[in-house]
């Protein structure tokens, strides 16, 4: 699986961004997809992950009422779609994708990552 983030930027604080990971391989649909960000200097942490089209997105406390997470296996996407963003939301965005038995929340779960997006939010 090779996968495609795109959608970063330059937000106000309190605005809206719309990630998106484009994911190339027949076998999409049997990961569980997952979103990561990271701060220089900082580890990797979890933000959101969504295990089939229909299922329920799992959350970070800091991003829960937020962040969307959905997912379209027909097209081999998934979006995080990012509201009332904070500058503490500032970071590199990273889609995964990973063995569904796995920890969803730890990223030794993914197998496969995406090149990063940058989201800035300023104050």
């Known amino acids: 699986v090779q996968l495609q983030a795109s959608g970063g930027g330059l937000v106000q604080a309190g605005g809206s961004l719309r990630l998106s990971c484009a994911a190339s391989g027949r076998t999409f649909s049997t990961y569980v997809m997952g979103w990561f960000r990271q701060v220089s200097g900082k580890e990797r942490e979890f933000v959101a992950a969504v295990e089939w089209s229909f299922g329920s997105g799992f959350y970070a406390d800091s991003v829960k009422g937020r962040f969307t997470i959905s997912r379209d296996d027909a097209k081999n996407t998934v979006h995080l779609q990012m509201t009332r963003l904070k500058p503490e939301d500032t970071a590199v965005y990273y889609c995964?994708?990973?063995?569904?038995?796995?920890?969803?929340?730890?990223?030794?779960?993914?197998?496969?990552w995406g090149q990063g997006t940058q989201v800035t939010v300023s104050s």
């Open positions: 995964a994708a990973g063995n569904p038995t796995g920890v969803v929340v730890s990223s030794s779960s993914y197998d496969y």
